[in-house]
């Protein structure tokens, strides 16, 4: 009822996103739980989309950037969406199976069990910088629970929301899936959606869970943050070099869990500097190197130069680490730069960097990395360095985040039975894998009665007999 009262409030003529809104719900409410056959194959017709498209995936990918190698959205994106459906295809007979749960003392003779159904419409904003992966991951897992799912693309990647738009449209009908080009983000984020869910910055999140709550629409919020990450002393400095550098400038750095800053030991300093400084050259040997990344965007090529002559201006050192690549204004390319010194008066240090820039710090024992961490909003992702299991353990408890990578960086979003959520200013709510099925679906509590319910014994009119009855309950009921 509470629903119908919804759409009656939207208002009409109806716009596109009401439109698909309308016959998403009425598929729904026809047919409110596929079968696994059913889910199977949506999910696979998903998953040939994007085997069948690859190299035009790739292409839009690249115009929407200016530039990014294919090589980096086909491993980065497509791999990684392609292996997320078929793990779920894997796992769902299972993940479907009604749970057996235990029953009270006191109505023993009866059974429990929790029905993970489909919650309905899922709502979708995917943004920019994995526009392929980030778009695809949430999919599956709504498909997966069974629902309809509409999915609102960053204005940024409407070359790719396009082309997604034609093939899945092509692929499965607009009322189990739809993709809206050139959606406005007031049209599609204050639709009654049964669960909402946004990847992006904190601002749009705070925007889209103030819409969210005028239909009490629960969200899933992954937002990003100032990952951080520590090397140990115990750790090979040349060897976490390697694995940072490639987090960090992968993208160009545009990426939502990049490592923001990393702590060294401050006798390792000099030589992670000089492990940067021959590594980098070694990656993308050319000033113009076609394996990197553009900068999305004026907007965000001019914030990321300003913030680098922030930092300079205010005492840090600059240390490019290819030489001879310039700035490029007309492709948006900012080389790959160390910033030394960084205090927290530089905007480096106090906002998400999105950008080929990585801030070193150094420290002298792990408790001063804790306080510095501690002092800072959650992370979306922490990464830690070191072979001593006692370092670890100390760096993972006495901290908190999205999530962890244990001697690399970012790994752990790439595992799909692992949970991917934020937590604090990084997000709220997790997809991938089982956890992704749960998110997006109602856990509905089924208890059966029993025939001759024990619960009978206690019908009023209360005596001394129930109050003997209790206290008998309470000495066994353990």
């Not at 999140?205 to 002393?233: F, I, Q, W, Y």
């Not at 150094?362 to 979306?380: F, G, S």
């Not at 099925?437 to 019908?459: A, D, G, Q």
Request: glycine share 6%; proline share 8%.
């Amino acid at each position: 009822m509470a629903q119908t009262a919804q759409l009656r409030r939207i208002e009409r003529p109806e716009n596109e996103a009401q439109r698909i809104f309308r016959l998403q719900r009425e598929a729904y409410q026809r047919h409110p739980y596929p079968s696994f056959a059913e889910r199977r194959e949506r999910l696979r017709a998903v998953e040939q989309v994007l085997l069948d498209h690859r190299d035009a995936i790739a292409e839009a990918i690249q115009r929407d950037f200016g530039h990014r190698a294919p090589e980096e959205s086909l491993m980065l994106e497509l791999f990684t969406s392609v292996d997320g459906i078929r793990h779920a295809i894997r796992k769902l007979p299972r993940w479907m199976r009604p749970q057996r749960r235990s029953v009270s003392f006191l109505f023993a003779t009866g059974k429990n069990r929790v029905v993970p159904q489909p919650k309905g419409v899922v709502g979708i904003v995917a943004p920019w910088n994995y526009p392929l992966f980030l778009t695809i991951s949430p999919l599956t897992s709504a498909l997966a629970a069974g629902n309809r799912a509409m999915i609102k693309m960053a204005s940024a990647s409407q070359t790719l929301c396009r082309l997604l738009h034609e093939k899945l449209s092509a692929a499965l009908p607009e009322d189990t899936v739809a993709i809206l080009p050139g959606v406005a983000a007031a049209d599609f984020s204050t639709l009654p959606y049964d669960h909402l869910l946004f990847t992006g910055s904190a601002d749009a999140g705070r925007s889209v869970m103030r819409a969210a709550a005028e239909n009490l629409t629960p969200v899933t919020l992954e937002l990003g943050g100032k990952s951080p990450t520590v090397v140990c002393d115990d750790f090979d400095v040349d060897e976490a070099a390697s694995r940072i550098l490639y987090a960090k400038f992968v993208n160009a750095g545009q990426t939502c869990l990049a490592p923001d800053y990393v702590f060294v030991p401050e006798r390792a300093s000099e030589r992670f500097v000089a492990a940067a400084r021959r590594i980098l050259p070694q990656r993308y040997p050319r000033p113009h190197d076609p394996s990197y990344t553009s900068i999305i965007d004026e907007k965000s090529y001019r914030r990321l130069r300003a913030t680098l002559a922030d930092a300079e201006a205010k005492g840090a050192t600059v240390v490019p680490l290819v030489p001879g690549a310039p700035f490029d204004d007309a492709l948006r390319k900012i080389p790959p730069h160390l910033v030394l010194g960084a205090t927290d008066e530089m905007t480096i240090m106090r906002e998400e960097i999105f950008g080929p820039l990585l801030p070193v710090k150094t420290y002298r024992d792990l408790d001063e990395v804790i306080r510095y961490v501690n002092a800072k909003d959650r992370p979306l992702g922490f990464y830690v360095f070191t072979h001593d299991r006692a370092k670890e353990e100390k760096l993972l408890y006495a901290t908190i985040s999205g999530g962890v990578t244990i001697n690399d960086c970012m790994l752990h979003v790439a595992q799909h039975d692992l949970p991917f959520g934020g937590t604090g200013a990084s997000g709220m709510g997790h997809y991938h894998g089982y956890e992704g099925f749960l998110e997006l679906s109602k856990l509905r509590p089924v208890f059966t009665s029993p025939r001759l319910p024990m619960l009978r014994l206690f019908y009023p009119p209360y005596t001394r007999r129930h109050r003997r009855l209790l206290d008998l309950l309470l000495r066994v009921a353990r």
